[in-house]
């Protein structure tokens, strides 16, 4: 191979890479609401597929994270497509950056008189509100920008939303605005989800975005969500010309606006008005994360246009990383679900971002020698976006060689046995698979919404049966009874009962769920279900051999190492004959291989208008088919929505059949 084509290779594997881990956390970000990177650092990976695509073109897509927004809707409300894209904005954290964009304006419009529009950067869960003829009709999360999920019913409970607008009785506008929770609820919530052992919330952006996707309106409205309305996506019949005249409009109307704006002129004053904030943002009852500086009119801000994923007429001024010193106490070992030891810095309290901080991960051994981070040391600690802080330096200049270094445990520190590093893994990892600390995880997982989903079954409820002894492994919960719970501290009747219930419905999930929830290294959900479609039961799951395994698209060698592994140990197959006793479902319910598409392999790409992703690849397992992330020789079939990437050519450049969203629909009708 040439060097350049070696360099090529290097690219599209790199790109490839970052693409997925992007997505990821979209997925956590938008869907799950439990990001575990900063913006900063998000912004940073984005950054880097930029460059990377840009320096090698043939290698774009149009569904790449950097021309997309956010995540897919989800199951569980209606998908509904914006009236227009909602679009996300461009990021700068510096100065230079912020007037570096308004050259950029005035460059494009050809004129220097511009004015700004400047508004505080509430940290929240942006939503359409439509209104006709003064009345809300719906409302609608992001979702990945070109729709998502209705959830008016939770909107009309979230006070200072008006289901009619004052002195309007004609025309339509699409409304666009952040729900947020303030602190003090943020904390009310908090305590009773304490009180009745549920896991807590991170931050009140977790919180305010789980909240609207309740099911139950009821629970949404006893939360106490607030809103600030900021913008316009569609409107017809109203004649408004700027941001700031939106804003005047919209305080008529009835609909609550930010009093903390400003239409300034020269980028001096904006940049000066943004940096003041930096400061003033924590005498505000909720959280912001920076500033977002609009171009003022509405016919400057159509000429400049957008592009596939941000408007050119906005950008955000994001906050730098709240940073305080403060002292490394110590460093101590957890051991997650799958055995893997990570050391944790135990530090003087500090207070960052609103929260008082006195843990940090650190990650792994390599990392804290990479950092050289020692015992004693006074440290910098950083909480970007309420994110997990991290420590981010020592501060070498104040050590006086009292410091010690840290070595990783030989052992356990919770069960003492050997622990072991894998060749060519960063962690360390305990073996035993009976080790307390991992029971704990394996339960807390096994529990969890895409597991075994048993609502209610937190970690402060893990930690309560453990404790008392009831509960030793996941098999254990299908045979608690009622004594058992309501001796533990804070169950009452109702919360017992309900459990108990919780518990018992999971019994009938679907084999997928269950194989995800045992916990098996490297098997995530989509493994899961590709385990359970081939071979339709957990039993034949655990009696397949290496090389069956291994063929299997999607699963490869080191996950195939890793079922092996588990269904070897005797531990293992000692709770799985518990699940079985308990009445635990171990068959694939909606297998379909007798189906009339048994056989045919499906590639989706691009968006679909009329229904979920989701949606359509549940039709084609459904009548027997399978769905695939990637296009290859033995696809059978390129579904394409609109704006399709890469696997749209290379299902051109093999021959395959493909398939416009209406072509599917039909084709879906024809056979079923």
């Not at 005035?106 to 508004?119: A, P, Q, T």
């Not at 975005?209 to 106490?224: F, I, W």
């Not at 893997?340 to 500090?350: C, D, E, G, R």
């Not at 051994?365 to 990479?370: A, G, H, K, L, Y």
Request: hydrophobic share 35%.
């Amino acid at each position: 191979m040439t060097p350049r084509k070696n360099e090529k290779k290097k690219a599209e594997k790199r790109i490839e890479e970052l693409r997925r881990e992007l997505k990821r956390h979209n997925r956590l970000y938008y869907r799950e609401n439990r990001p575990v990177i900063s913006d900063t650092e998000y912004d940073e990976l984005v950054n880097e597929l930029k460059v990377l695509e840009r320096e090698n073109p043939e290698f774009t897509e149009k569904d790449s994270p950097t021309r997309t927004v956010g995540a897919r809707p989800e199951e569980g409300f209606a998908a509904a497509r914006h009236m227009v894209p909602m679009l996300s904005m461009d990021n700068t954290y510096s100065d230079d950056e912020l007037a570096e964009f308004d050259k950029r304006v005035k460059r494009f419009l050809g004129r220097e008189d511009i004015s700004y529009f400047v508004e505080l950067k509430v940290d929240g869960a942006s939503i359409s509100l439509v209104y006709e003829s003064g009345r809300l009709s719906r409302g609608v999360t992001r979702g990945d920008g070109l729709a998502g999920e209705e959830v008016t019913a939770n909107i009309k409970t979230v006070r200072d939303v008006p289901e009619k607008l004052r002195k309007i009785d004609s025309g339509l506008i699409e409304i666009r605005g952040e729900v947020y929770m303030d602190g003090i609820e943020f904390e009310r919530l908090n305590r009773s989800r304490a009180d009745s052992g549920e896991d807590l919330f991170a931050n009140p952006r977790n919180a305010c975005a789980g909240t609207l996707k309740l099911l139950d309106p009821k629970m949404v409205e006893k939360r106490k969500l607030s809103i600030f309305c900021h913008g316009v996506g569609f409107m017809e019949g109203f004649d408004i010309e700027s941001q700031s005249a939106l804003y005047d409009f919209m305080k008529r109307a009835g609909l609550r606006v930010n009093p903390e704006v400003k239409k300034i002129k020269d980028i001096d004053d904006v940049i000066s008005y943004c940096r003041n904030w930096i400061d003033k943002r924590d005498s505000l009852d909720y959280r912001i994360d920076g500033m977002v500086v609009k171009v003022d009119s509405f016919m400057q801000q159509k000429a400049l246009g957008s592009t596939s994923k941000s408007p050119r007429w906005c950008i955000a001024y994001k906050f730098p990383a709240e940073r305080k010193e403060t002292k490394l106490l110590d460093i101590k070992v957890q051991v997650g679900r799958t055995g893997k030891l990570t050391p944790v810095a135990v530090l003087s309290p500090v207070k960052l971002a609103g929260t008082t901080v006195s843990r940090s991960t650190l990650h792994n051994e390599d990392e804290i020698r990479r950092k050289d981070i020692r015992l004693g040391d006074r440290v910098i600690v950083e909480k970007s976006g309420d994110i997990i802080p991290q420590v981010v330096r020592p501060v070498k200049e104040k050590r006086n060689g009292s410091e010690r270094t840290f070595h990783m445990p030989k052992r356990c520190p919770v069960c003492g046995l050997k622990t072991f590093k894998p060749e060519g893994e960063v962690d360390s990892r305990c073996e035993n698979v009976k080790c307390p600390a991992q029971v704990r995880q394996r339960i807390i997982h096994f529990a969890s919404r895409n597991a075994m989903d048993i609502e209610g079954l937190g970690e402060a409820v893990v930690d309560q049966l453990i404790d008392a002894r009831v509960v030793g492994d996941y098999g254990d919960l299908y045979y608690l009874e009622y004594g058992d719970l309501i001796k533990l501290e804070r169950f009452a009747d109702r919360s017992a009962r309900k459990l108990l219930a919780a518990i018992g419905r999971s019994r009938e999930n679907d084999l997928p769920r269950l194989i995800f929830a045992l916990g098996i290294r490297h098997v995530g959900q989509r493994s899961a279900w590709v385990l359970a479609r081939r071979f339709g039961s957990l039993d034949a799951v655990a009696s397949q051999g290496r090389s069956s395994l291994e063929n299997i698209d999607e699963i490869g060698p080191v996950v195939a190492g890793s079922i092996m592994a588990f269904f070897e140990n005797r531990d293992n197959l000692s709770v799985i004959e518990k699940l079985k006793k308990a009445g635990c479902n171990t068959l694939m319910k909606e297998r379909g291989e007798e189906g009339p598409l048994a056989g045919k392999k499906f590639v989706f790409t691009g968006s679909l208008r009329t229904m979920t992703r989701a949606d359509a690849e549940r039709l084609i397992r459904r009548h027997g088919g399978t769905t695939s992330s990637s296009v290859s020789r033995d696809t059978d079939f390129v579904v394409t929505g609109e704006e399709p990437g890469s696997k749209f050519r290379r299902a051109q450049e093999l021959g395959i059949t493909i398939l416009d969203e209406k072509g599917f629909q039909r084709f879906i009708g024809d056979i079923g």
